[in-house]
């Protein structure tokens, strides 16, 4: 695992952007793997900019998404469809058929759960899977507990997840309870992952990459079991590292 402490949100977003777009040179038909929430953004306005003053090429891309609300349409202005539509994909050359995310008010969940599995153990693994963190340790959706399930699954949301998303709805009761995600077998067939961090709040998680604990009460140590994994984070988000490569 490479650890890598940036100054500054931008520094970090352009920072995933290269390891994006290296994975895109290489394969044009590349797998990407994408996360939703505040931490990417700064990557997707980056590869957006890029595909228009640097013909960095989508048009031969697939995309895998990790998660879903339970209950939310596409439409639905916090969906992750709707997030993914307006922060990258009606911006850059993709083709609309070739992007992939959990449909989160299937009429059965569980079958939709299994579809998505499906799909993704059908196609070549992901070039490379970008992660956030969640305060407790969750990635995608995988809530920290006695025992972690290795498919795409349905999941309850802990309180601390829940707190930690109000902000982006109109309040801590308008946040889905329940969740599709993608699990860890999804997650770490990926050729290489990247995973962005930012801010005071996820130092603590970050923190933890540096123990010699692998635990699934804290679902990200379980990165450290993958060959290739870089860390790319704020100062702020990287305060609790020691040694890090800055």
């Known amino acids: 695992m490479e650890i890598i402490v940036l100054g500054s949100e931008k520094d970090v977003a352009y920072k995933a952007a290269d390891l994006v777009e ?3 040179r290489n394969n044009p038909t ?5 996360a939703t929430g505040s931490s990417p953004l700064g990557l997707y306005r980056e590869l957006i900019r890029r595909n228009r003053d640097e013909d960095l090429d989508f048009s031969k891309i697939t995309t895998v998404n990790l998660d879903e609300y339970a209950g939310l349409s596409p439409e639905h202005h916090q969906s992750y469809h ?3 539509k307006t922060n990258l994909f009606d911006h850059i050359n993709i083709n609309p058929n070739n992007t992939h995310v959990p449909e989160g008010n299937a009429e059965d969940l569980q079958k939709e759960a299994e579809r998505y599995e499906d799909m993704l153990m059908s196609m070549e693994p992901q ?7 969640g305060t ?6 995988n ?28 309040g801590k009761e308008d946040v889905p309870r329940s969740a599709i995600t993608m699990g860890m077998r999804g997650i770490m067939r990926a050729k290489k992952i990247v995973l962005i961090a930012l801010g005071k709040s996820k130092a603590e998680a970050v923190g933890k990459f540096r123990d010699n604990e692998i635990t699934t009460m804290n679902p990200s140590s379980l990165l450290k079991l993958h060959a290739d994994v870089t860390v790319i984070c704020d100062s702020e988000a990287g305060s609790m590292l020691e040694n890090s490569e800055k």
């Open 22 to 24: 290296e994975a895109m």
């Open 82 to 84: 709707y997030f993914m």
């Open 127 to 133: 070039d490379i899977q970008v992660l956030g963190i």
């Open 30 to 34: 590349a797998v990407l793997g994408l």
């Open 143 to 170: 809530e920290p507990s006695q025992s972690l399930s290795d498919v795409t699954h349905t999941v309850s949301l802990t309180d601390d997840t829940i707190e930690s998303n109000a902000r982006f709805f109109e």
């Open 136 to 141: 407790n340790g969750h990635i995608a959706f």
